[in-house]
């Protein structure tokens, strides 16, 4: 017997990023979008834990307990007491290392299907803590649709929204470390007073209405120029989706992953044609959200 759970990836169509915390976390107002890429986990019965990775980017991937999905099997199966004896496979289609929460997917994904395959019964308070120590953006990989995230970005409120919105992501050539983003963001951030984050309530407007041109004026991410200051070349995948006429273009999270808002699928597949041609990223792919978060399939 195995058990299958689907998880999208997410973009961030706001990420306000406060002040260093005396943990070395951030405080965020992070806005999180569920997008149509996803990455499959599949975990079977077997003598002992095992991770394998299938996909265009598997080799990236640590298939030992660093993994957060064998990570997330070894904590569910402390907490009952048993052994967390399964193989998990992952069929990788989220880009790692891309700010698009490939990793935190993946463990969301194992925990709901551990949780099946065991029987454990978690409530889903139990799974959300769980997520949480596992990962600042583990919960919403969970939840899925859309949220507003608060303290590291993992206590979630669900945002309701008017309607699907459309992007394109290109894929960069290399990846970021998600700490090295927050260290440059600090540097930078060095004798200057840093605001406390919060969700801007034009950008939840947009959003509750369903509205790709006022989303568009809306979006921002605190990370983007220090990702930028790591990973210069950026700078032209934005400008060259941009000029094929999306109606915003910005990193997301902490990059590298380019994000462009279109007005429709139309339009989408067009501002991807371009980036494609335009030499200034490794990959393409168009999806909308809200998409639903890990779900059993
Ligand atoms: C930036 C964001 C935006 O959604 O996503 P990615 O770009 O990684 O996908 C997230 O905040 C990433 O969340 P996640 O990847 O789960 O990070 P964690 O494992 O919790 O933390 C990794 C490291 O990132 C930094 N970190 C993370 C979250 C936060 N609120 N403040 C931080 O300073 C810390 O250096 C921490 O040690
Ligand atoms: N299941 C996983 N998939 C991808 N990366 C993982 C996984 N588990 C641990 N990692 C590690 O986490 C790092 C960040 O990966 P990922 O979650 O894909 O990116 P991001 O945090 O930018 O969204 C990777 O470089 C890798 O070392």
């Known amino acids: 017997m195995s058990v299958t759970v689907r998880v999208p990836a997410k973009v961030n169509v706001q990420l306000a990023v406060g002040a260093a915390r005396p943990d070395g976390f951030h405080d965020l107002a992070n806005v999180f979008l569920a997008v149509g890429l996803y990455d499959e986990v599949t975990v079977t019965p077997a003598a002992e834990l095992r991770v394998t990775c299938e996909g265009p980017d598997a080799h990236q991937v640590p298939l030992d307990r660093t993994n957060l999905a064998a990570r997330a099997a070894v904590e569910l199966a402390a907490r009952r007491g048993i052994e967390p004896a399964v193989h998990i496979h992952i069929a990788k289609d989220i880009p790692v290392a891309g700010g698009m929460a490939g990793g935190s997917a993946d463990g969301a994904g194992a925990l709901l299907a551990c949780d099946a395959l065991w029987g454990t019964g978690a409530s889903r308070a139990e799974l959300l803590a769980l997520c949480a120590e596992l990962g600042s953006d583990v919960p919403f990989s969970l939840v899925g649709g859309a949220a507003l995230g608060v303290g590291r970005g993992e206590r979630l409120t669900a945002l309701e929204l008017g309607g699907t919105f459309h992007w394109v992501f290109a894929m960069a050539g290399r990846g970021l470390s998600t700490p090295a983003v927050f260290r440059e963001f600090d540097r930078l951030a060095e004798g200057r007073d840093i605001p406390a984050p919060v969700a801007s309530p034009d950008l939840l407007e947009a959003l509750a209405k369903g509205d790709?041109?006022?989303?568009?004026?809306?979006?921002?991410?605190d990370l983007q120029p220090a990702a930028l200051s790591l990973f210069p070349e950026l700078a032209d995948t934005l400008a060259a989706?941009?000029?094929?006429g999306a109606l915003t273009a910005l990193l997301s999270g902490s990059g590298p992953t380019t994000a462009f808002l279109a007005r429709d699928a139309g339009s989408a597949e067009k501002v991807a044609e371009a980036l494609r041609a335009s030499g200034t990223c490794r990959s393409v792919r168009t999806a909308a959200g809200p998409v639903p978060g890990a779900t059993v399939i």
Do not use: I, K, T
């Open 212 to 221: 790709p041109d006022a989303l568009a004026s809306a979006v921002s991410n």
């Open 241 to 244: 989706g941009r000029a094929a």
